[in-house]
């Protein structure tokens, strides 16, 4: 399994503290059946540029790479960006992508979004080359009028949900319909720790199989698979 949303490199934001605790993330992640995990820390331009950004990461990730083993999942890294008016016009974003994608995982504001937010997306793609990947949408889902999440939608816009989203009652039942519907794309974590934000992305898929059965899953991960060559 792909988690596409984490927060497990070490002191980069408010998810793992210390490596320690990244190795402790990792390997709970492999216990639940992940090979493979987008490391996302949270980048904002008010208060970095993007070379500031990697030369952390870099060292996040140097903790890491000697303490790793063939039990550990694979580390791609990336960003999870949070959105801000101009990013469209930004000609460095492509270097926070996850892995060797064209992937960017996005951060949306909470609010309604304007036509001008909702364009700047479309031309993400349009003039980088980027495919945007917008982060955990169950949190805007009821801020935005349906035909947003359409025009998003039929224009290649990748949806990411996180696990919590298919355990919790009161949103399963929709996680499961926006699944089987094509509305959602990947599965995240987006982990802070083993205590108050932990990974489940275990018991998501789990629920996803019983439901939906094993090949779905599986055509899942071929999918997520199939995108890291983009």
Same mark, same amino acid.
């Given at each position: 399994?792909?988690?596409?949303?984490?927060? =497990?490199?070490?002191? %980069?934001?408010?998810?793992? @503290?210390?490596?320690?605790?990244?190795?402790?993330?990792?390997?709970?992640?492999?216990?639940? $059946?992940?090979?493979?995990?987008?490391?996302?820390?949270?980048?904002?331009? &008010?208060?970095?540029?993007?070379?500031?950004? #990697?030369?952390?990461?870099?060292?996040? +990730?140097?903790?890491? /790479?000697?303490?790793?083993?063939?039990?550990?999942?694979?580390? #791609?890294?990336?960003?999870?960006?949070? /959105? /801000?008016? $101009?990013?469209?016009?930004?000609?460095?974003?492509?270097?926070?992508?996850?892995?060797?994608?064209?992937? +960017?995982?996005?951060?949306?504001?909470? =609010? @309604?979004?304007?036509?001008?937010?909702?364009?700047?997306?479309? !031309?993400?793609?349009?003039?980088?080359?980027?495919?945007?990947?917008?982060?955990?949408?169950?949190?805007?889902?009821?801020?935005?009028?349906?035909?947003?999440?359409?025009? +998003?939608?039929?224009?290649? =816009?990748?949806?990411?949900? &996180?696990?919590?989203?298919?355990? !919790?009652?009161?949103?399963?039942?929709?996680?499961?319909? %926006?699944? *089987?519907?094509?509305?959602?794309?990947?599965?995240?974590?987006?982990?802070? &720790? +083993? *205590?108050?934000?932990?990974? @489940?992305?275990?018991?998501?898929?789990?629920?996803?199989?019983?439901?939906? $059965?094993?090949?779905?899953?599986?055509?899942?991960?071929?999918?997520?698979?199939? %995108? #890291?060559?983009?």
């Amino acid at each position: 399994m792909i988690d596409w949303h984490s927060h =497990i490199l070490p002191a %980069m934001d408010d998810g793992s @503290r210390d490596p320690d605790e990244s190795i402790a993330m990792l390997r709970e992640l492999a216990r639940q $059946g992940v090979d493979t995990v987008a490391a996302t820390p949270h980048f904002y331009a &008010n208060d970095e540029s993007p070379t500031q950004f #990697l030369a952390r990461r870099t060292r996040a +990730l140097e903790q890491l /790479y000697w303490r790793t083993d063939a039990t550990i999942p694979r580390i #791609l890294p990336g960003a999870e960006v949070r /959105y /801000y008016a $101009g990013i469209a016009s930004r000609d460095d974003l492509r270097s926070l992508c996850i892995g060797e994608t064209g992937l +960017l995982l996005v951060e949306m504001p909470e =609010i @309604r979004w304007t036509t001008s937010t909702v364009q700047e997306l479309l !031309e993400l793609s349009d003039i980088h080359g980027i495919f945007p990947v917008l982060a955990h949408i169950e949190r805007y889902l009821h801020l935005q009028h349906a035909d947003v999440w359409a025009q +998003l939608l039929d224009s290649g =816009i990748r949806m990411q949900v &996180n696990a919590s989203y298919f355990l !919790e009652w009161r949103t399963r039942r929709k996680a499961m319909s %926006m699944l *089987t519907e094509g509305s959602i794309h990947f599965l995240g974590s987006d982990c802070h &720790n +083993l *205590t108050t934000r932990p990974p @489940r992305i275990g018991e998501a898929y789990a629920r996803i199989a019983r439901k939906l $059965g094993t090949e779905y899953v599986a055509q899942m991960d071929a999918y997520g698979r199939a %995108m #890291l060559t983009e």
